[in-house]
Structures are given as C-alpha cells and as structure tokens.
C-alpha cells in the first residue's frame, strides 16, 4: 500500500511526509496528471498551507493525505490518522452538535462515560460553550465550522488538515475564525496542513507558504512566513509577502492564457 | 505602540466579537402559537368537511336526489354508524382491519427493510432486484387477490400476503432513494472519522437515508391499508370476521346504501387517523430535527 502510518514506536519526525507524489485521473482520452511530483514535509506542530489557483490540485492532495484515495505513484507517511476539515461543515445533521463530537470520540474508541464531557470540553475549546444540545441547523456558519473543527479535533490526531474550511464564512467571521485556529494551533501543537486559494489567509496563518502551479499541479515555490504571530490580515509585513505571492500567483496563471 | 496594543486587547476582545457573531447569526426557534395554528392548519379543512357535509344535506333537502338507495342522507349515515356503535359491532369492524393491516404492515417492514438495504449497497443485487421492485410499485395489489386466494385459501394469510406484496417494494424503496440521496459528503467525513464498512452503514448511512426511508413507510402504509381493503372486498367470506372491507360488501349486497357510506367513510377515516397520529407526526420529527422542514 502507498500510504503508510509509521509504527508508534518509531521515532516520529514528520507529521505527514509526502514523497515523490503524483497522481493521475483516467480520463476519455487518457490518463491526466493532476499532481506532478509532489515532496512536503510537515514538521510536528507545523502549519502548513498549500496556496494555488483552481485546477493545482491541492484538494485532491489533501484526499491523498487523508488516506481517501491512493497516489499513482510515491508515498505518504502519516503519524496515524490525519483529521479532515472541509470547506462545507460536514456535520450530520441527524445529530446534536455535542454528538457530533462524540461521534468521533466513539469511533476512536473513547468509552461512553467519557464522551459527554470530553465533548463539552472541546466544544469550550472552540467557544461554543451550552451548544451541545443544539442542531446543526440552528448554528450560524461559523459556529458550524467551529462545531467541525472541535469534531475533528476530537479525533486526537497530530495533524489537521483543513481544505478550505472558511471560504464560504463571511469576512468578519473568517477573520475570527483565522484568530482561534490560530490560537487552538498553539494550544495544542497540532500539525496543520491547510489549503487555500486565498493568499492573504494563507500568509495570515502559515509558518510556511507552499504555491502549487496549476494543471498538473507542482511545486511552484514557497515562503518561510516569520512574521510573530498574533498576526492581522490588515498588517503590513502580511500584506508585504501577500502581494509578493500574488505576483507569483498572478504568472502561474498567465501562462495557462498563453497557448 | 498602538499596534501591539491593538494585539493585546484582541486576544481578550477575540472571545466577545465571538460571542456577538454568534448572537446575531443564529435565529431562535420560536413556537406558533396556538390561534395561528389554529387558523391555518386546523380550520380549513373543517370548513372543506362542513361544506361538503352542506352540499350533500343540500342534495336531498332540495330533492334533486330523491332516491335513498342512490344516495343517503348524512343524517341516515350518521345513524347507521350509531346503530352500530350501539350493537357494539362498529369497533370490531374497526379493530379487525387495523389488527390485519398493522400486523401485515409490520411484516412487510421486517421484510423490506433488510431487503431494501441489500439491493441499496450489493450492485448485483440491485440490478437485478431494482427494477422489479419499481415494476412492482406501480402494479395495482387487487391484482394479487386472485393468486392469493388459489394459494393459500380464505383466511388471514392471504390478507398477508397480498399486503406483504402491496407494501414491501414500497419500504425498500424508500430505503433505496434515502441511500442513494445520502451526500457522499457525510460519507467522505465518516471515513475521515474511521466510520467503514459496517460502522459506516450504521452510523452514517442508515441515519442518513432515513428522511427516505421514512417517505417509504408512510407510503408503504398507504399501500397496506389498500391492499387490505381490496382484499376484504374481493374475498369476502363469514367465517374471517368483518372488517371493514367486508362490510361494505355487505352493504351492497343488502342494497343498504347508508351502510356502504358508512364503511367508505370509515375506511377513509382510518386511513387518515393511522397516518395523521403516527406517519405523519414520524416524518415531521425527523425532518425538523434536522432542519428540513421550513415552517411555512
């Protein structure tokens, strides 16, 4: 099997390892290379965002590195099983949001008479104190998302990966939104990988920018982002590196124009 | 600096912008009160029934319809429904039909249920099932009868059987569509969570499907009732006890045109009692708890 989960008493180093990764898609026609020999390394504790125009890719990555679905050919190692965040909240709405969160608590295999409360002590986390008994449609948006980032990190995993999970907020909630993730990140030193085609958000919140070109998707460039966090999106040395990745980002997209 | 003054107090304000955002984006769920309800659930249909009762009065008040054979007053209606309230008979018939009909109806849920999930997640099966249980839906359960009385007799197991055929295809069905609408979303974010295979079916897609399934239920309901009344009709025989069916065969051999009104509108009332007190109330729990059903 191509995706591999290192053994627990192997010393770990990589929070995720992506080796030599492509990727293709059976097609009328034809196999089409979605990704192209893709290579990341995600540090314990590292956050990550993968940065790229529509058709790079990054979604299908972070399939790959979730486990649901294979690389054609490299290798993923992940340090057990990553959490998955998606761009829509993917709660059930079956269930309250508390058993949302015990719902990952229970397949993992918490016993019972531990799920309530470590349940509302997630939901604490995310600030959605006295939301246990709510239904998913009685949340706003951004509580959903909160509500599915305290799922998944019910999850315990050592990496989130997160596929756009605010692109549909509005902007004053995305930009709470982009302050508590950075804040659970530091509480709990988590390894995030995120991906994103907003290049702003992607500054705001990263250690480390990585820009994929588009169709197949490859490795463009990337960005040490060493600005101290709390960081704002409106700040000068974010809107700095923004513009410069933006003109990176701009080219990458020309040149599709010019055939 | 004012900048690192602003980052300070951020952090501690994060929690309160937070808590504001949170109040002004969710609604709270507000009852309707009872007038409301009243006026716009409730009264419209009584004042259907009472015009409905008025244009019948009306037809033999003013002797357009003179002949009591062809059709009866309410009042005589009224009577014949009284009369047999009073002989205690009227909840026998009643009971001997609910009695049958739930009983089968229970059958063919044990039956369509597991069914309903084979053909859903086995391709072969479902391309060989499928669309003979579509087929099926659509085939009028009188049609059943006949067979039905060759093979196993007058008695209570033909009245089984031909709701068994009337029901079944119905629930699976609904369970088919409620599998098939489940967003594979919810799917992807179960196997992301470690729900596969069989923890998957259970935790994910059954929950899931049950908006469909429930849909399935009430119609499969809808099927047993009359397939049980055709049946009653068709095999109509002393010794099987009178349900309801039978007594509107009655009804018309004895000419006795009250009674056949009688045994219509108790058949409809019925009907609609069963799916008013647990099919309908069933359905809107579910859609509501998952915020499906807009109030209107």
């Known amino acids: 099997m191509a995706t591999t989960l290192a053994k627990a008493d192997e010393s770990v180093e990589h929070a995720a390892r992506i080796e030599h990764v492509s990727k293709s898609f059976a097609q009328p026609g034809g196999q089409q290379l979605v990704l192209d020999d893709i290579s990341i390394d995600v540090a314990p504790g590292e956050f990550v965002t993968l940065l790229g125009a529509s058709g790079c890719g990054k979604s299908t990555l972070l399939n790959l590195v979730a486990g649901l679905d294979e690389p054609t050919t490299g290798a993923i190692t992940t340090d057990g099983r990553p959490a998955l965040m998606f761009q829509e909240h993917a709660l059930f709405p079956w269930l309250t949001a508390g058993k949302n969160i015990e719902l990952a608590l229970k397949l993992r295999g918490v016993p019972k008479n531990e799920r309530r409360g470590k349940a509302e002590e997630l939901l604490e986390l995310v600030r959605l104190k006295g939301a246990y008994g709510k239904r998913v449609h ?15 990190l019910g999850q315990e995993s050592n990496l989130l990966l997160m596929d756009e999970p605010f692109a549909a907020l509005d902007a004053i909630t995305r930009d709470v939104l982009h302050d508590e993730l950075t804040r659970i990140w530091q509480e709990t030193g988590l390894s995030v990988l995120f991906v994103t085609h907003n290049v702003r958000e992607a500054v705001r919140l990263a250690q480390r920018v990585i820009l994929l070109s588009s169709r197949p998707g490859r490795i463009a460039r990337e960005w040490t982002v060493d600005i101290p966090q709390p960081r704002r999106i409106e700040d000068a040395p974010v809107a700095e590196l923004s513009l410069e990745i933006t003109e990176v980002l701009r080219g990458e997209i020309r040149r599709h124009g010019q055939h | 600096m004012a900048s690192t003054e602003t980052k300070t107090t951020d952090t501690a304000g994060l929690a309160g912008i937070e808590a504001g955002l949170d109040a002004l984006e969710s609604s709270v769920a507000r009852r309707t009160p009872f007038r409301q309800t009243f006026v716009n659930k409730i009264l419209p249909p009584v004042i259907a029934i009472a015009v409905v009762l008025v244009v019948w009065q009306g037809l033999i008040s003013f002797k357009i319809v003179t002949d009591p054979s062809k059709l009866p007053s309410p009042s005589a209606v009224w009577h014949t429904v009284e009369d047999a309230w009073l002989q205690g008979t009227l909840l026998d018939y009643i009971w001997t039909s609910v009695s049958r009909g739930l009983l089968g109806f229970l059958f063919a849920l044990v039956i369509g249920t597991p069914l309903g999930l084979l053909v859903a997640r086995v391709k072969f099966v479902r391309a060989a099932i499928h669309p003979i249980l579509s087929g099926l839906q659509s085939l009028p359960s009188v049609a059943w009868v006949p067979p039905a009385v060759i093979w196993l007799g007058l008695d209570n197991s033909m009245m089984y059987a031909v709701i068994l055929l009337g029901a079944v295809p119905s629930i699976a069905n609904g369970l088919v569509s409620g599998v098939d609408q489940v967003p594979p979303l919810f799917l992807r974010a179960g196997r992301t969570m470690g729900a596969t295979g069989l923890k998957g079916t259970w935790h994910i897609t ?91």
């Open chain 2, 206 to 296: 059954l929950p899931a499907a049950l908006p469909g399934y429930v849909a399935g239920l009430k119609q499969g309901w809808a099927f047993s009732w009359r397939s049980l009344m055709a049946a009653e009709i068709i095999a109509s025989f002393p010794d099987l006890g009178v349900g309801l069916g039978q007594l509107l065969e009655n009804g018309r051999n004895a000419s006795d045109m009250a009674m056949v009104f009688e045994a219509i509108l108790l058949i409809l009332f019925v009907g609609i009692a069963i799916d008013l007190l647990i099919f309908s109330p069933l359905e809107r729990w579910v859609l509501r708890s998952r915020g499906l059903l807009v109030k209107s």
């Open chain 1, 138 to 152: 009685e949340l706003s948006g951004g509580m959903r998302q909160r509500v599915a980032l305290a799922r998944a």
